[in-house]
């Protein structure tokens, strides 16, 4: 396939006020491409704005609530209405709760599956008569490995993104007869942004990523190569590979193990308040990229991370095997 030229495209993104959704609006940016941001918080989106703008390309700034499906078609026609195309359109907005289950209130459950799920499925019911009309376009979901493995405390999470990865299955066939409406999918490693910072915690304890981390920007990169070269996944960061396989080999094995760490983990952090975080209402500050996780100590704990990956796939083959 002959790649686009993404000079001059419109580009439509949701989450795009922080962490990976600001890295890829200034990825377009930088490709030539007009965007349309989109999230929750107006002023976090005219500060992406203002950093796109000198780049050379026009922006359009659309505070939109992903949950709200009348909201997400509004956004679309907007779009469609300043620019007079919609070439890309990156389902990225997303949340996370994390805590025991039945500690975890309903509504946060809830809440967790509106944004990345109905979410999601609310942008492609905006944007696809639009890429019918238009015979051509790009939607890409943005998921994470926690899509092909399930995270232990945060269970409505996980259900939000094995259900995306059916959904875009699902979409991706029942397109398939559109040779250039294309779903692309995106599963990134752990990435340091500030979601973690930003999300709902009902465990009392200081939230942490595991390493390895991953630079936001990976994912931004990998996310325009998906507008210029459409494919159906991508994969950024060797540990999202690594634990893809060892959870395909031995999915109990991998889960107990996630849980295991996980609960040694919270053994040791900092007691923190718990709270609701960006759940129910936008951040009131924070709209960087980073997260600011991938301090010294955490990059010297990349290859042994890495190492007690590839260890944990390599045993779940043996016992595999063994049975």
Not at 111 to 117: D, E, G, S
Not at 160 to 180: I, P, T
Not at 197 to 210: E, F, S
């Amino acid at each position: 396939m002959q790649e686009r030229d993404l000079r001059g495209a419109t580009v439509v993104l949701t989450g795009a006020s922080s962490g990976i959704g600001r890295a890829a609006a200034l990825a377009f940016a930088r490709a030539g491409a007009n965007l349309v941001l989109a999230s929750r918080r107006e002023a976090a989106l005219r500060e992406v704005a203002n950093e796109c703008m000198p780049l050379g390309v026009e922006t359009l700034v659309v505070p939109t609530d992903v949950t709200d499906a009348h909201a997400m078609h509004e956004l679309a026609e907007a779009a469609f209405a300043r620019f007079g195309t919609i070439d890309v359109w990156i389902n990225n907005a997303g949340v996370g709760a994390v805590g025991p289950f039945t500690d975890t209130p309903a509504e946060a459950h809830e809440q967790v599956i509106r944004t990345n799920l109905v979410g999601h499925l609310n942008g492609a019911h905006a944007v696809l008569p639009y890429f019918k009309s238009q015979r051509r376009g790009v939607l890409i979901n943005t998921i994470s490995v926690g899509g092909w493995a399930p995270a232990p405390y945060a269970v409505a999470y996980t259900a939000s993104k094995f259900g995306l990865r059916g959904f875009s299955e699902a979409l991706r066939g029942e397109l398939s007869h559109w040779r250039d409406i294309h779903v692309c999918d995106v599963f990134p490693a752990f990435i340091d942004t500030p979601g973690l910072l930003h999300g709902a915690n009902y465990i009392g304890k200081r939230l942490k990523p595991l390493p390895p981390l991953y630079d936001p920007q990976w994912v931004a990169d990998a996310m325009v190569s998906l507008g210029r070269r459409p494919r159906k996944t991508v994969t950024v960061g060797a540990a999202a590979t690594a634990i893809r396989f060892g959870h395909f080999i031995a999915p109990g094995l991998t889960t107990w193990v996630m849980g295991r760490l996980t609960e040694a983990y919270f053994r040791r952090a900092q007691p923190v308040p718990r709270t609701h975080g960006n759940l129910f209402e936008p951040p009131s500050h924070g709209g960087g990229i980073y997260g600011g996780f991938r301090s010294p100590a955490l990059r010297r704990a990349v290859p042994a991370a890495g190492a007690l990956l590839l260890a944990g796939t390599a045993l779940a083959i043996y016992l595999q095997k063994r049975r």
